[in-house]
């Protein structure tokens, strides 16, 4: 079991930038493989980043490329999401997940934290 809790996020303007963190219970933090999702009010859930459990290998979603960068410590049981140059379409609730399986499907990740709020104002 491993539990999930984000934080960090807030009201930022256009161009301006946030790092949200998620931070892991448990003692297998460093087995899993986590990702950062999000979901705008009346859209599906949205890929963002996932990266690998040893942090090696990353995988971003194109609408974030180049402005978004993720990290995890494994020594804190954190994921980090650095997210620069927010744009107004970065307004949605943001996730962070932890699973077995490097992918970019929300089916393939076991736990979800409660999600914190990003809103970009224009």
């Known amino acids: 079991q491993v539990r999930l809790v984000e934080s960090g996020g807030g009201l930022v303007q256009t161009g301006g930038s946030l790092r949200l963190s998620c931070a892991a219970s448990?003692?297998?933090?460093?087995?899993?493989?986590m990702g950062w999702f999000r979901q705008a009010p009346g859209k599906e859930r949205e890929f963002v980043v996932t990266?690998?459990?040893?942090?090696?290998?990353?995988n971003y979603a194109d609408s974030v490329k180049g402005r978004f960068s993720i990290s995890r410590d494994n020594a804190k049981n954190t994921v980090y999401l650095q997210m620069n140059s927010l744009k107004p379409e970065d307004t949605a609730v943001y996730y962070c997940a932890a699973g077995r399986v490097f992918g970019s499907r929300p089916s393939v990740y076991n736990y979800w934290g409660q999600g914190t709020q990003v809103t970009v104002s224009s």
């Open positions: 448990g003692r297998t933090f460093s087995t899993y493989v």
């Open positions: 990266v690998t459990a040893s942090g090696g290998t990353t």
